[in-house]
């Protein structure tokens, strides 16, 4: 049974490979661009022949009773390693070693790089900025809790080469690096399982210095923006079941927007300023995921994911908003250069906010009395008659 399906360059060859591991251990790699099982269009792109099976072009035992996984640069040497988290409390980084100087050819093993072992059961796997802007390997842990997960297989394998050189025995017991943390002083029901998803976008804008965004959710409903390990930038309380957590941008002004699903389809998307969004699955979802994928047009599109209880995917692609922040007609038209112009024309100053929104609403919602206007109310000079600027904003606006 696969229990960990992703996708990404494990084995660092520039080229994103699927990787699907088993509850039993076996680590699968598919080459999905394999020029000897792929048919290239006339647009360059590959197709799967309609009955073509995909077999794996490499295959290897990890430890059994995987959970989660996750594929990205975790210690900042620019390569991808392997994160495996494990139901026993455990994680595991592996590196992909290369035994073939041919970038096609996939010949290699992974190796264990380290093992950590936690308090509670790891849901999530996320990297995030630090405050130097190094990655900092994160798991989730329950109660809305996380762990920073240190990356020192580098100084272990010198110190161990150091103590080689010296043959003196450490008699030291070895370092747990696992840093714990909670994100509020409020007591969280400690078996609640917690997601979380880090490396949140936040645009161009001068503020990307320091430690990155990184948000958990809840099964209990509780939902939390973070920057680093002390300061909230919000949290919010909902009345549902959140099982999911991703990161998508959805207006498309660079600032990802969080994405959480709950088990009865009601997904929440929030921004930074905590503003709210609220979609309503047409069923119950056992999964889900947001991101980037191409359905239609050749590029890539938000996209929102679901499946269902009833073994059916629903793929919602191209979700975009204009704008989450609430707006009004006013604050829109003042945007427009055209309806200054208009204004002019009637004679309506632009600063008297009463006049404008009476000549709005009387326009969107009585043109037809202004249809039947007096023609010599609308002969009057600007400003004698208001009722003659009405009749003729109707058909601009």
């Keep these: 049974m696969l229990t960990c399906v992703g996708v990404g360059d494990v084995c660092n060859k520039g080229k994103n490979l699927v990787v699907a591991v088993s509850a039993e251990g076996w680590f699968h790699l598919f080459d999905l661009t394999s020029p000897t099982s792929k048919h290239p269009d006339a647009s360059g792109h590959h197709e799967l022949a309609a009955a073509e099976e995909q077999k794996p072009v490499f295959k290897q035992h990890i430890p059994a009773n995987t959970k989660v996984m996750l594929i990205n640069d975790i210690d900042g040497d620019g390569k991808c390693e392997l994160v495996v988290g494990y139901t026993d409390r455990v994680v595991r980084a592996f590196r992909w070693e290369d035994l073939s100087e041919n970038s096609d050819h996939i010949s290699g093993q992974l190796l264990l790089l380290k093992k950590w072992l936690l308090e509670g059961q790891v849901d999530s796997l996320s990297v995030n900025p630090g405050p130097d802007g190094s990655p900092e390997m994160m798991v989730s842990q329950p109660g809305c809790g996380y762990a920073i997960l240190l990356c020192t297989w580098d100084s272990e394998q010198q110190a161990t080469t150091e103590g080689r050189d010296n043959s003196v025995p450490s008699s030291e017991a070895p370092i747990r690096d696992v840093i714990l943390h909670q994100t509020s002083g409020r007591i969280h029901n400690k078996n609640v399982s917690t997601h979380l998803i880090g490396s949140i976008g936040r645009g161009c804008s001068s503020e990307n210095s320091g430690s990155g965004l990184f948000a958990l959710c809840t099964l209990d409903g509780t939902l939390k923006l973070m920057e680093g390990a002390d300061k909230l930038l919000w949290s919010v309380q909902v009345d549902h079941q959140l099982f999911a957590l991703e990161k998508l941008d959805v207006t498309g002004n660079g600032h990802e927007e969080v994405i959480a699903c709950a088990w009865d389809g009601q997904t929440y998307i929030i921004d930074h300023n ?4 609220r979609f309503q699955a047409d069923e119950n979802v056992s999964a889900f995921c947001a991101g980037l994928y191409a359905c239609k047009g050749g590029s890539n599109s938000p996209c929102l994911v679901y499946v269902s209880f009833n073994q059916k995917i629903y793929i919602y692609w191209d979700v975009q908003l204009e704008r ?27 600063s008297n906010v009463s006049a404008v929104k009476d000549l709005i609403h009387k326009t969107l919602y009585f043109p037809e009395k202004q249809q039947q206007s007096s023609p010599s109310q609308c002969q009057d000079p600007a400003g004698t008659d208001s009722s003659a600027h009405y009749t003729v904003i109707q058909d601009p606006l």
Excluded: H, W, Y
């Design 324 to 350: 989450m922040e609430s707006t009004n007609l006013l604050k829109i038209l003042d945007c427009d250069p055209e309806f200054e112009d208009l204004l002019q024309q009637l004679g309506v100053e632009r």
């Design 274 to 277: 905590r503003t709210v969004a």
